[in-house]
């Protein structure tokens, strides 16, 4: 018995033609400088990382 393939979505319309555009603008001018929110988002997910605990370990 075959498993069906699940289709692609497909991007279309306004939403289409903005994914296109910024994709095109990154492609013409790549940044390899994070900008000050990620760096502080990165910052935040390592802190939550380092200090994750599961339920059964002690605390």
């Known amino acids: 018995m075959a498993i069906p393939i699940k289709s692609v979505p ?6 289409a033609d ?15 400088i994070l900008s000050r929110e990620r760096e502080e988002r990165i910052a935040k997910v390592m802190k939550q990382m380092l200090e994750f605990r599961f339920p059964w370990e002690k605390k």
């Open 18 to 32: 903005e994914f296109v555009k910024k994709a095109e603008e990154r492609e013409k001018h790549p940044s390899a």
């Open 10 to 15: 497909i991007l279309s319309g306004e939403i």
